[in-house]
């Protein structure tokens, strides 16, 4: 509704009044439970609400480059598949789906496969599904596909997520091949996707097995800042990123029970990494400076 | 399709089996129902016929076979002890039960189906466990709490059998947690506590089965029996949140390492015995199961989703206020005063 405008200009303080209205209201029916969430849990309402970080992030933080979003089908089933790294914390997933949202000329939300262990983590667990992550599972990733769900997958898993600062930008190996398999027996295309700066962002420099054990995580990384300095350590460093879209590969030329031949399955697999191999490495070149 | 025929229900005396025995009762495909329990139905089903016999005990091999059923409905799993059944009984009733009328089974001449009312407990619930199970990811997660593992090997009983048996079509129905208007388990008097304690940092996806939706698929699944497991599950999940903000209850959350001891003293507390410890697990992880089996092979259309049986569970207990709960009945409230 717009406001009444008077002359001596109150009309922009009843501007802020309706505003601090809206969010009550909206903070209100939240409370009683009046919102959507959908079978997976994804709550776009939220994902909304801190979508604003991401695009600090996006835009200041890390002055994302992005080509080829294009690329992404602006509808219908598709498979991203991408390079990991982070550490800490998915970024770069987070990144690639502000990337889609921002540029892409049919913006829409992307989901993503998220590393199990996540979703045995307090806050991060719930945090994680209501921005559109599920557990990494096939049953999940065909679901999704056959709902025409865009989803990001990364099949070097906590092998890419985790490995130490001196192995950036170095491809590691794509677990069984899966998500060939439910590309094939779903009949998607895939996106193969290689984020640059997203290994800046969190140097892994070391292990503590001690803290690891202590507190059930899998690993517990050391970086310049963590845990050196507490939750501050957790702030990522501001690397300059750069994500690249490549063609989308079309694998519905494949006959049904395609999905069975191994040989061809570990073929697409590892000619996807090598793409998005030779995409890091162009990558890396164009960016140039990793901060400045 | 064939008319039913002849119906025998075990466990006639536990709610479900009532409410199966009076929606078949309505059926004209189904000619005669006779129940069988330990105890006389607590509700009168009209022309059902009652005896009283033991799955525990062989006996149930001389009775069953004389009863000339068509179908044989197990409705005598239980999830919770109650007053005639102790929780160290649980395991004696859903494992040796189950065996016995299996053997009694194999006694009985021209029998058609053979439905089991089972429990999607047996998926287990985990942080890597996908969003919804389809019926061949039993036993994919190990099964971690006596529950399960009860269910886990009544269910090997009950392969076992129908391979045996490929002339008779054996049907197991997982079914998930209900919760329903006029019902009474655990997770309700969960539900309704007057403070709700959750697990801090977690919010699982739950599926509420409607008590109209269990009853008719259990119905449905009786008439138009199909092979192998059947998820009995609603469409979507809802969070745990979600439900307790739309049922208007105030929750205070519990550290991680509080809320095992918590959550087990809690669940032996509103009586749910040998599930507490699956109570604990399903209220950090959460658990889906797809209902396409449901839907399309028994062709049961269900009624309510998750989220319309939250809202209707929220409507029909509105009366319910924080500061001043009015018990229903089994509440631990009632059980102090008395």
Known sequence: MSNQGRPDGSGLELEWVETVQETMERVMRRVAGEYHEDEYGFDEEFAEAVFPIWEFLYKRWWRVQVEGVSNVPGHGRALLVANHSGTIFPFDAVMMGTAIQKEHPLPRWT??????WAFDLPFVSYFMRRIGGVSSTPANLGRLLGQDEPVMVFPEGAKGF?????????VQRFGRGGFVEVALETGSPIVPVAVVGAEEIYPKLGESGVLARL???????????????????????PSRWRIEFLE???LSGYGPGASEDRSLVFDLSEQIREMVQEALYRGLVKRGSAFL | MSPTGRVVIVGVSTHWGSELARTLARDPGVTEIVGIDTAPPKVDLGETEFVEADIRNPVISRILPGLKPDVVVHCGIVLYPDEERPSRALHDINVIGTLQLLAACEKVDGLRALVVRGSAAIYGSAPGAPAFFTEDMARRLPLVTRFQRDVGELEGYFDNFARRHPQITCCMLRFQTEVGPGLDNPFI????LPVVPTQLGFDPRLQLLHSIDATGALAAATVN????PVNVAPDGAISLSR????SGRMTVGMPPIVAKTLFRRIGSMLGS??????GLFLLRYGRGCDNRRLREEVGYELAFDSEGTARDFAAKRHGMSVLFPSPHPGSPVRSLGR
């Open chain 1, 248 to 250: 989308p590969i079309d």
């Open chain 1, 111 to 116: 989901r993503a496969l998220v590393l199990n």
């Open chain 2, 189 to 192: 008097r969960y539900l309704t």
């Open chain 2, 243 to 246: 439900l307790l903000r739309l």
């Open chain 2, 225 to 228: 029996p199909v092979r192998g």
């Open chain 1, 215 to 237: 507190s059930g995580a899998p690993y517990v990384p050391i970086t310049p800042l963590f845990p050196m300095l507490g939750p501050l350590g957790l702030l990522p460093l």
């Open chain 2, 273 to 278: 015995g040998g599930m507490s410890e699956d």
């Open chain 1, 162 to 170: 985790g490995k130490p600062f001196a192995e950036r930008y170095r």
